[in-house]
């Protein structure tokens, strides 16, 4: 579907970094920004590789608005933040915020309020990596498992154990806990995993 430049369509733009993260509150906010369309993407900001961000700069047209929770959703660094939006704006599309403000660089002022906004972007990411490792640190040190929920609780890992001890294989001992083989391996310690 092609857009025209007299629809002025807004466009979404949504991205988490990983696959367990949700995107209901973007999306939300893009519902009430009046986003008609949106792309999402399911990957690190520190990628190149956002494939839904190339269609949708693809899909933009001058006239339509791009909608955005955050500016951290546009790029890697404040830099690319400010390049993006300064390649749109000379584009002939708007930018919005989460808060409904619209970005722009087309001007002195627009710029040095956007490279501001944008750094302070960055910095938050980088505070929050900051704070999230310093939570995990804080809970190992106090024994506590952080991460992925573990697959097998105590008594089902000494299960597969006695189960292994018994002859059975790792993916018979995998069927018995409703887990995958490589699994069975990583809580039996054992590196290598046979061909069969």
Known sequence: MTNSASAGHTVGY?????????????????????????????????????????????YLRPGDTLAVDALDRLGRSALEVIE??????????????GGGRRLDTS???????????????EMEVELKAERAAAAREAAAARGKHTGRPKKLDTSEAVRARELRAQGLSATEVGKALGVSRATVYRYLGQEEVPVS
Do not use: H, Y
């Open 107 to 121: 001007d002195p002022m627009g710029r040095a309020l956007v490279s501001i906004m944008a750094v302070l972007a």
């Open 14 to 58: 949504a991205r988490v970094s990983t696959k367990r993260q949700n995107l209901d509150r973007q999306l939300d906010t893009l519902a009430r920004l009046g986003a008609e369309k949106v792309f999402t993407d399911k990957v690190t900001g520190r990628t190149m590789d956002r494939p839904e961000w190339a269609r949708c700069r693809e």
């Open 84 to 97: 993006t939006i300064d390649e749109l704006t000379k584009a002939g599309i708007a930018i919005v915020d």
